[in-house]
């Protein structure tokens, strides 16, 4: 089997080397031919179609580069039948359409048959359209199915767009013209085709298994051959086998000459032959393939190429599309069109057909748009041009017809270039494409009411909603009992998180209905960013995380701006933060975007990131779009209705900015958004440094990277020089180096957390080592002692996560 393959691989290779060459020398005397064949190729090309062929006595399908494609395939499959075609079909659409293969086979006429496949990979749902039609068998050749088959699954949804570019390689013509004969190792010929019947005149039946090529060979050229060979390769060739394949052994490439052949009836004829070597599987000399041509028969190459054009006209024929030719140019006079093409235009046989008639009824609103896309193609060299025109016959009543035409413009040297074009009536495309279009405009009505009534309605519903969290408040502060209060709570929180959900609903309903305008008020960055914090603060200790914020002293003290809905987006990140982290802590960072440039306005950057649960790469596509998260285990787990991060990208959209997210699955997230601010009218105050800035070197002590990177970064932001610790133990040591090196710190920071008393001995110890310079100590609680400034020599004792003010006036 493998040998086999081989033979049929080098068989097509050589098949395809010699029908070139041939059509070389016979290109001068198939002038015309050629012309349309390249005509009819390119009318392909522009339909964007594939084809095929049935052989309707074997079976065998022939199909054009490309067919396979169309069913999820990058290239041609190896082997395709009946069976594999059906198996791409749903089964709802099998029995149709093996009824109408049936029926086409049975001599219907052909009509377009359209059915939905199931695409190979990805498992997606299209429509295939495919025009079949049969055509009986003649003398030349049996009978045959031609078909062609194009994707309509764009068609289908009513949009318009241009079918899959279809590449015509090179057009296989009929092996019988040439004789293909193999060989075993030995020299007995294994295979002697029809053209090799024809050729010389024996059957297969005398040859194959019984003979070698030796009797087709006049014995004085394989003695001259030897003898060539012989000096060539510098070792003894024998004439015989040797002679024919001698070369093709020593060189590993097919070896070709030229040699008068000999027939049964002992006429000869000179040939071109290629000789190759055929290798088995273990790479051993299987046999030999040889393949020739009658060179003095030119008549089989244009009988071929004849049969080539044959087959793409059928099959033009059978697309329902129409070919036309013309001049392109100052000349407009026509070259070529087929009857299709008349009657798409609306011409009868009677009627006289020319370009300028068929222009008169193109209605002249669209004569312009077809001229140009005509001449942008011509100017751009691009693959080629489509347009849609509307063309109605004289005196012809009712809607005009649309027509759909495609092409391009050939250029050769020293010839006025051609226009190539395919046309189709696509009227009823056409027309569900407006009723699309009208059904389109209705929806989006409804959703406009929609959204009107939505908002109207949430309105109506949190006025009494804040009644029952109010009456639930007053409800609380009475005396009840354990479980009357349990209750009660019950309720307060319920409302709370429907209060939450009507006003998510109301934003985006304003959003989507244009009415959410913006303010634009003098705010204190500082205390917005640091005032969402402080809500969301217990949430976080609730669940053991830490909460820093950073806000870049550089940055100045006021904007102007509508700090209402930034204090929203933050409170609604720096919330998913804290639900979607079970460790270590969230990160408010505000900064400029990127260097500061002076100016009444600035871009600032505001990121959230968490230690979190991160989102997947696939998950990170949908964020941001209304009512979706994640994905659904999410929703079940941690709640929500997935309308948070829409309103915040609607949001920062509104005040001119852009958000993004940045995460790895299991690692974290930070979403970040960025937006122009304006510096409030007199100028851009910036914080004063405060009491900082007579420290010169300090050491940050924090068991919490998050607060300890914080505090490293305000501390930098105002030139002192730092170093790092997450040991209380380590920092007395380090003060200790430190001052042997003559480099003491005049300020040590300690992050305390629940470890109160780690920091007062860190303190102490400090404070009392004798060759050690006395810097000041600053702690930072997190609110669970009951320290007093001064206690342990603290200058100064400040809660977590620390405030900017707070600190810079410590």
């Given at each position: 089997?493998?040998t086999?393959?081989?033979?049929?691989?080098?068989?097509?290779?050589?098949?395809?080397?010699?029908?070139?060459?041939?059509?070389?020398?016979?290109?001068?005397?198939?002038?015309?031919?050629?012309?349309?064949n390249?005509?009819?190729?390119?009318?392909?090309?522009?339909?964007?179609?594939?084809?095929?062929?049935?052989?309707?006595?074997?079976?065998?399908?022939?199909?054009?580069?490309?067919?396979?494609?169309?069913?999820?395939?990058?290239?041609?499959?190896?082997?395709?039948?009946?069976?594999?075609?059906?198996?791409?079909?749903?089964?709802?659409?099998?029995?149709?359409?093996?009824?109408a293969?049936?029926?086409?086979?049975?001599?219907?006429?052909?009509?377009?048959?359209?059915?939905?496949?199931?695409?190979?990979?990805?498992?997606?749902?299209?429509?295939?359209?495919?025009m079949?039609?049969?055509?009986p068998?003649?003398?030349?050749?049996?009978?045959?199915?031609?078909?062609?088959?194009?994707?309509?699954?764009?068609?289908?949804?009513?949009?318009?767009?241009?079918?899959?570019?279809?590449e015509w390689?090179?057009?296989?013509?009929?092996?019988?013209?040439?004789?293909?004969?193999?060989?075993?190792?030995?020299?007995?010929?294994?295979?002697?085709?029809?053209?090799?019947?024809?050729?010389?005149?024996?059957?297969?039946?005398?040859?194959?298994?019984?003979?070698?090529?030796?009797?087709?060979?006049?014995?004085?050229?394989?003695?001259?051959?030897?003898?060539?060979?012989?000096?060539?390769?510098?070792?003894?060739?024998?004439?015989?086998?040797?002679?024919f394949?001698?070369?093709?052994?020593?060189?590993?490439?097919?070896?070709?000459?030229?040699?008068?052949?000999?027939?049964?009836?002992?006429?000869?004829?000179p040939?071109?032959?290629?000789?190759?070597?055929?290798?088995?599987?273990?790479g051993e000399?299987?046999?030999?393939?040889?393949?020739?041509?009658?060179?003095?028969?030119?008549?089989?190459?244009?009988?071929?190429?004849?049969?080539?054009n044959?087959r793409?006209?059928?099959?033009?024929?059978?697309?329902?599309?129409?070919?036309?030719?013309?001049?392109?140019?100052?000349?407009?006079?026509?070259?070529?069109?087929?009857?299709?093409?008349?009657?798409?235009?609306?011409?009868?046989?009677?009627?006289?057909?020319?370009?300028?008639?068929?222009?008169?009824?193109?209605?002249?609103?669209?004569?312009?748009?077809?001229?140009?896309?005509?001449?942008?193609?011509?100017?751009?060299?691009?693959?080629?041009?489509?347009?849609?025109?509307?063309?109605?016959?004289?005196?012809?009543?009712?809607?005009?017809?649309?027509?759909?035409?495609?092409?391009?413009?050939?250029?050769?040297a020293?010839?006025?270039?051609?226009?190539?074009?395919t046309?189709?009536?696509?009227?009823?495309?056409?027309?569900?494409?407006?009723?699309?279009?009208?059904?389109?405009?209705?929806?989006?009505?409804?959703?406009?009411?929609?959204?009107?009534?939505?908002?109207s309605?949430s309105?109506?519903?949190?006025?009494?909603?804040?009644?029952v969290?109010?009456?639930?408040?007053?409800?609380?502060?009475?005396?009840?009992?354990?479980?009357?209060?349990?209750?009660?709570?019950?309720?307060?929180?319920?409302?709370?998180?429907?209060?939450?959900?009507?006003?998510?609903?109301?934003?985006?309903?304003?959003?989507?209905?244009?009415k959410?305008?913006?303010?634009?008020?003098?705010?204190?960055?500082?205390?917005?960013?640091?005032?969402?914090?402080?809500?969301?603060?217990?949430?976080?200790?609730?669940?053991?995380?830490?909460?820093?914020?950073?806000?870049?002293?550089?940055?100045?003290?006021?904007?102007?701006?509508?700090?209402?809905r930034?204090?929203?987006?933050?409170l609604?990140?720096?919330?998913?933060?804290?639900?979607?982290?079970?460790?270590?802590?969230?990160?408010?960072?505000?900064?400029?975007?990127?260097?500061?440039?002076?100016?009444?306005?600035?871009?600032?950057?505001?990121?959230?990131?968490?230690?979190?649960?991160?989102?997947?790469a696939?998950?990170?596509?949908?964020?941001?779009?209304?009512?979706?998260?994640?994905?659904?285990?999410?929703?079940?787990?941690?709640?929500?209705?997935?309308?948070?991060?829409?309103?915040?990208?609607?949001?920062?959209?509104?005040?001119g900015?852009?958000?993004?997210?940045?995460s790895?699955?299991?690692?974290?997230?930070?979403?970040?958004?960025?937006?122009?601010?304006?510096?409030?009218?007199?100028?851009?105050?910036?914080?004063?440094?405060?009491?900082?800035?007579?420290?010169?070197?300090?050491?940050?002590?924090?068991?919490?990277?998050?607060?300890?990177?914080?505090?490293?970064?305000?501390?930098?932001?105002?030139?002192?020089?730092?170093?790092?610790?997450?040991?209380?133990?380590?920092?007395?040591?380090?003060?200790?180096?430190?001052?042997?090196?003559?480099?003491?710190?005049?300020l040590?920071?300690?992050?305390?957390?629940?470890?109160i008393?780690?920091?007062?001995?860190?303190?102490?110890?400090?404070?009392?080592?004798?060759?050690?310079?006395?810097?000041?100590?600053?702690?930072?609680?997190?609110?669970?002692?009951?320290?007093?400034?001064?206690?342990?020599?603290?200058?100064?004792?400040?809660?977590?996560?620390?405030?900017?003010?707070?600190?810079?006036?410590?």
């Amino acid at each position: 089997i493998l040998t086999f393959g081989a033979a049929i691989a080098t068989l097509l290779n050589f098949f395809l080397h010699h029908f070139f060459r041939s059509r070389r020398d016979a290109f001068l005397k198939a002038k015309e031919i050629i012309a349309l064949n390249t005509r009819l190729r390119v009318a392909l090309e522009a339909a964007q179609m594939a084809t095929f062929t049935i052989d309707v006595a074997t079976g065998n399908i022939w199909r054009s580069e490309g067919h396979d494609q169309l069913f999820g395939h990058v290239e041609n499959l190896p082997r395709w039948n009946r069976e594999t075609f059906k198996g791409y079909i749903i089964p709802e659409d099998r029995d149709r359409v093996d009824a109408a293969l049936q029926a086409v086979m049975g001599g219907a006429n052909p009509s377009a048959l359209e059915f939905r496949i199931l695409r190979h990979g990805d498992q997606a749902l299209r429509w295939l359209s495919v025009m079949v039609k049969l055509v009986p068998s003649d003398s030349r050749q049996a009978a045959e199915m031609v078909g062609g088959i194009r994707d309509i699954t764009e068609q289908k949804q009513l949009e318009i767009e241009r079918l899959s570019a279809l590449e015509w390689q090179r057009t296989m013509l009929n092996a019988s013209s040439y004789s293909i004969i193999s060989t075993d190792a030995n020299g007995i010929i294994q295979t002697f085709n029809r053209a090799s019947t024809e050729l010389f005149g024996y059957s297969a039946e005398e040859i194959e298994g019984k003979q070698t090529p030796v009797i087709f060979y006049r014995e004085d050229e394989v003695r001259g051959r030897a003898q060539a060979l012989t000096l060539e390769l510098g070792r003894p060739v024998a004439p015989g086998l040797d002679a024919f394949t001698a070369k093709a052994r020593a060189f590993l490439q097919a070896d070709e000459n030229e040699w008068t052949f000999v027939r049964k009836d002992g006429s000869q004829f000179p040939v071109s032959l290629s000789i190759s070597v055929l290798h088995g599987p273990n790479g051993e000399i299987s046999g030999y393939l040889g393949i020739s041509s009658d060179l003095t028969e030119k008549r089989k190459v244009l009988q071929a190429m004849q049969q080539s054009n044959d087959r793409l006209l059928r099959v033009i024929e059978s697309s329902g599309e129409g070919i036309w030719e013309r001049e392109y140019g100052s000349s407009v006079n026509l070259q070529h069109k087929d009857d299709h093409a008349k009657k798409i235009f609306g011409f009868n046989d009677e009627e006289e057909f020319s370009y300028e008639k068929v222009v008169e009824r193109i209605l002249p609103d669209d004569r312009g748009p077809l001229n140009r896309a005509i001449k942008d193609h011509f100017d751009s060299n691009s693959t080629g041009f489509e347009a849609e025109f509307r063309m109605q016959n004289p005196g012809e009543q009712g809607p005009p017809r649309w027509i759909r035409a495609r092409g391009k413009i050939l250029q050769e040297a020293d010839k006025t270039p051609r226009l190539v074009a395919t046309v189709r009536d696509v009227t009823s495309e056409v027309g569900k494409r407006h009723e699309f279009t009208a059904a389109l405009a209705a929806a989006q009505e409804a959703a406009q009411a929609k959204t009107e009534f939505l908002a109207s309605m949430s309105h109506e519903i949190r006025t009494p909603l804040n009644g029952v969290i109010g009456m639930a408040d007053l409800l609380m502060e009475t005396e009840l009992s354990e479980e009357q209060r349990n209750y009660a709570r019950i309720v307060q929180q319920s409302g709370s998180s429907l209060l939450l959900l009507i006003n998510d609903i109301l934003d985006f309903s304003k959003i989507e209905a244009g009415k959410l305008d913006l303010e634009k008020v003098n705010f204190s960055l500082v205390n917005l960013v640091e005032t969402q914090a402080d809500v969301l603060l217990a949430k976080a200790r609730e669940k053991n995380l830490s909460l820093v914020t950073y806000i870049s002293p550089s940055l100045p003290r006021e904007f102007l701006g509508d700090s209402g809905r930034l204090g929203q987006i933050l409170l609604n990140l720096t919330s998913n933060a804290i639900k979607f982290s079970s460790r270590g802590g969230v990160s408010i960072h505000v900064d400029y975007h990127s260097e500061y440039q002076a100016g009444a306005t600035q871009k600032v950057r505001f990121a959230v990131t968490d230690s979190g649960i991160g989102i997947s790469a696939q998950a990170q596509k949908r964020l941001f779009q209304p009512f979706v998260q994640g994905d659904d285990s999410t929703a079940r787990k941690y709640g929500g209705t997935g309308l948070g991060l829409s309103i915040c990208k609607r949001l920062v959209e509104l005040m001119g900015g852009t958000i993004g997210v940045s995460s790895v699955e299991g690692e974290g997230s930070t979403f970040w958004f960025d937006v122009t601010l304006e510096a409030p009218r007199g100028g851009i105050p910036i914080w004063p440094k405060g009491q900082l800035a007579r420290y010169s070197r300090a050491l940050v002590a924090d068991g919490d990277p998050l607060a300890k990177e914080t505090m490293l970064k305000y501390l930098r932001a105002l030139g002192i020089e730092t170093e790092e610790t997450n040991s209380f133990v380590r920092a007395i040591k380090l003060t200790e180096l430190a001052a042997k090196e003559g480099k003491g710190f005049d300020l040590v920071v300690f992050g305390a957390g629940t470890n109160i008393e780690g920091a007062l001995f860190a303190a102490s110890s400090i404070a009392m080592a004798r060759d050690t310079a006395k810097p000041d100590f600053i702690l930072l609680d997190e609110m669970r002692s009951r320290l007093k400034a001064g206690d342990a020599r603290f200058t100064a004792i400040l809660n977590k996560p620390i405030k900017q003010a707070v600190l810079f006036e410590a």
